[in-house]
């Protein structure tokens, strides 16, 4: 989904290091999510926001944080990356109503050597 | 912890054939919904279906709901090369979309 960016696409980093996964949207949706996704696992959700002043950790927070700077962006951080943070990312948007769908962007492929 | 768990974890099928895929879930819900994963790329919504719907129809998809049995069904018919995809139920315990995914199907279509 265009509308949802993610920068970087790929990204290789090594243990320890800090790294920023950053994601904005041009849909004008207020509720913002961050998954990964393992092979065999699906997606699991990390962190979401409700609007600009509501951050929640979802089911696999530790190790993670988040910052959502604007309606239109929200940031994932690794403080110090460990190579079982290699995974598939991705950020998704809703317009919040009851029933809406999330919509996705195209993920980032973060590696931790 | 995975809400819904998909079988089969692949399917292998002749275009022109149906492919049915399962969803089982553990708790109550207000929807449920079903994305496509094509390689390596962002998941698309494909349908939602409340809790107090039945069946629904989107084009060639058809999803059933059965809240007693807390599992789901979604089937393509007709399928195309083009339907070769991952496909994932999810779901929406309070409507907030907060949702919790399975595992995953992974349908080839061959031509």
């Known amino acids: 989904d265009a509308d949802v960016t993610q920068t970087p696409r790929n990204r290789i980093t090594k243990t320890g290091k800090r790294i920023m996964l950053e994601c904005s949207q041009t849909?004008?949706?207020?509720?913002m999510y961050w998954y990964r996704q393992d092979p065999g696992l699906g997606l699991r959700l990390i962190y979401y926001?409700?609007?600009?002043?509501?951050?929640n950790k979802g089911e696999i927070s530790d190790g993670y944080s988040v910052s959502r700077q604007a309606q239109a962006k929200f940031s994932l951080s690794l403080e110090s990356a460990i190579p079982n943070q290699t995974a598939l990312y991705f950020c998704?948007?809703?317009?919040?109503?009851?029933?809406?769908?999330?919509?996705f962007g195209n993920g980032t492929r973060l590696t931790v050597t | 912890s995975q809400q819904g768990e998909e079988d089969p974890q692949a399917l292998s099928i002749q275009e022109g054939e149906n492919a049915t895929m399962n969803c089982s879930y553990k708790?109550?819900?207000?929807?449920l919904q079903w994305y496509r994963q094509n390689s390596g790329r962002g998941l698309v919504h494909l349908i939602l279906?409340?809790?107090?719907?039945r069946e629904k129809h989107s084009g060639r998809l058809r999803v059933t709901l059965d809240t007693s049995k807390k599992s789901s069904s979604l089937l393509i018919t007709a399928s195309r090369a083009a339907d070769t995809a991952s496909y994932f139920c999810?779901?929406?315990?309070?409507?907030?979309?907060?949702?919790?995914f399975g595992t995953g199907t992974r349908l080839l279509v061959s031509p």
């Open positions: 998704a948007t809703s317009e919040g109503t009851v029933n809406s769908p999330l919509h």
């Open positions: 849909k004008g949706h207020d509720r």
């Open positions: 926001s409700f609007d600009v002043k509501d951050i």
């Open positions: 708790t109550s819900i207000n929807n």
């Open positions: 279906i409340r809790s107090n719907e």
């Open positions: 999810a779901t929406d315990a309070r409507g907030f979309q907060k949702l919790v």
